[in-house]
């Protein structure tokens, strides 16, 4: 932008990053945060009730295959559309109506009496619940003051875990007292309620309703309430009587690819790829190649729950970390970490223990940096395209997601040894870190142009 327009962001920003962490504050990131903890839960949810379905319709459960990738392919769509609608109609207009979808998918789920309705409502539910996701993102990164920024955002996203955490522990009872009908319709009232909820409690974008010029007033308000500050501050003055430049509508998609762009937006791409294939391979093929490989079906069990239980601590140490740490360091050694603890799990080992300390830590280092991806990603972005780069980047990356299981069953298929398909692991692993420490330099350089007068 020319003119005026960059010292009205400025001032936008400044009274932003320099606010202390009020109520209003803590309102919009515990809202956030419960919408991620059911989304978690709710695109969790299948895994944990195809045992029951399978006992119930008659059916192997190999045949659910396609409908437990349904729901991640509802994701890809659902990201990508929701990251151009939060740009377009606004962060939390699109994130709410998103939300409701994902709930009415779960609570169409528990009627679903064959596979091609239940595909049917998991891809409906997994294109609402991933439409959640950039634009909770955007919104907590546009709230929150500068020095807490990464920490906020990498914790509101790594709620997610905290869903699927929740979804296992209450998968037994449930299902054992009022059937597995009984967990959809929780992930569906639960939302809706914080649904509604949220319409009351959680406020739009202050950067967007400034940008689109579509309430002021509003703005006014809440950037007055964000930052304590008089209404004759002479910083937030400047940053509500600014000259609007284009509206955020009117910002083209193809600007995700203008200037410094051109390179990052691709290259987070490809993390993302591998990141969601390292997540969803290892969540699928982990107790089956452990087995495989000679441990006990306990043993593989036990590692497999390590795995997801390093992810969650993943997500919380790397939220802690990301305030003391650059992003984009923090993910570089993320992936640097994760390749060799891939590379010790497959290179023969048959202790126990070793086994439970490695699959802990490949979810604490794959898991974790998948959760600070997104937060850096929307770092990357200015405001007017910030819900879209994070949004096609989650999309784009659920190729991954979708291919991993299914090139995972093909190696073991082909007599692939055990230890040599762990290894291949380590693979996209060391991509993802040589690709961050790419984008590092370039994400430092645009930076520092941006900030040039």
Not at 125 to 142: K, Q, R, Y
Request: glycine letters at 12%; one cysteine or more; aromatic letters at 12%.
């Amino acid at each position: 932008m020319a003119g005026g327009a960059p010292a009205a962001d400025d001032s936008v920003s400044a009274v932003i990053d320099q606010a202390p962490l009020g109520r209003l504050h803590w309102r919009i990131f515990l809202m956030c945060a419960a919408i991620m903890t059911l989304d978690g839960f709710d695109l969790g949810l299948l895994g944990f009730v195809v045992p029951a379905i399978s006992a119930d319709w008659g059916l192997p459960p190999s045949s659910f295959g396609f409908a437990l990738s349904a729901s991640l392919i509802g994701v890809a769509f659902g990201s990508a559309i929701a990251g151009w609608m939060g740009d377009r109609f606004g962060r939390r207009t699109t994130l709410l109506w998103m939300f409701v979808i994902g709930a009415v998918g779960s609570l169409l789920t528990a009627f679903a009496t064959d596979l091609t309705t239940l595909s049917a409502f998991r891809f409906i539910t997994g294109f609402g619940m991933g439409g959640t996701i950039p634009n909770v993102i955007s919104l907590v990164n546009e709230f929150s003051p500068k020095r807490r920024r990464p920490f906020l955002v990498v914790l509101v996203y790594s709620m997610a875990a905290i869903g699927s955490v929740f979804a296992s522990l209450l998968a037994t009872p449930l299902i054992g007292r009022f059937g597995w009908e009984s967990m959809f319709v929780v992930g569906g009232a639960l939302p809706l309620v914080i649904g509604a909820v949220a319409f009351f409690l959680l406020p739009e974008s202050v950067r967007f309703l400034i940008a689109s010029g579509r309430d002021p007033a509003r703005a006014a308000e809440l950037l007055q309430r964000l930052s304590g500050r008089s209404a004759e501050d002479e910083l937030l003055r400047r940053a509500l009587t600014v000259q609007q430049g284009a509206a955020a509508a009117a910002v083209p998609s193809t600007q995700l690819f203008v200037g410094w762009l051109q390179w990052v937006t691709p290259m987070l791409w490809v993390v993302f790829i591998g990141t969601q294939a390292l997540v969803f391979f290892n969540s699928s093929w982990l107790p089956t190649l452990l087995k495989q490989g000679g441990f006990s079906i306990d043993v593989a069990i036990y590692a497999t729950g390590l795995f997801h239980f390093g992810s969650v601590f993943g997500g919380l140490i790397t939220s802690w970390l990301a305030s003391r740490v650059p992003l984009s360091r923090l993910l570089a050694l993320m992936y640097l970490f994760a390749t060799i603890s891939l590379l010790l799990l497959g290179s023969g080992v048959r202790s126990d223990l070793a086994a439970y300390t490695l699959a802990f830590f490949v979810g604490f280092t794959v898991v974790g940096a998948s959760f600070c991806l997104g937060a850096f990603t929307s770092t990357c972005y200015p405001d007017a395209l910030r819900a879209r780069g994070v949004g096609w980047g989650l999309g784009i990356g659920r190729i991954g997601s979708i291919a991993s299981p299914l090139l995972g069953g093909a190696a073991i298929a082909a007599g692939m040894s055990v230890d040599s398909i762990i290894s291949t692991l380590a693979l996209p692993a060391a991509v993802c870190c040589v690709v961050m420490v790419l984008v590092s330099r370039l994400h430092a350089a645009g930076t520092a142009r941006r900030a040039a007068p």
